[in-house]
């Protein structure tokens, strides 16, 4: 049996993470916004991109 392994970091409100080996991935909570081969392009790429801050959800209306 093999452990998955999981590296993430922030970086600009944003997730920069790698699971098993795969490609490095920048995301937010529900979008994958690229993918690269090594770490330092994809924290550059997240970098460069405009600080991410969730949006606060609307109040529900009864």
């Known amino acids: 049996m093999s452990i998955g ?3 993430k970091m922030h ?15 920048v995301c937010t909570e529900g979008d ?3 993918s690269f081969a090594s770490r ?3 924290m550059a790429y997240a970098a460069a ?5 969730p949006r606060a959800r609307a109040p529900k209306a009864d």
């Open 5 to 7: 392994m999981l590296n």
């Open 11 to 25: 970086m600009n409100g944003y997730d920069v993470l790698r699971v098993n080996n795969g490609p490095w991935r």
């Open 32 to 34: 994958r916004l690229a």
């Open 40 to 42: 330092e392009e994809a």
């Open 49 to 53: 991109l405009p600080g991410y801050k």
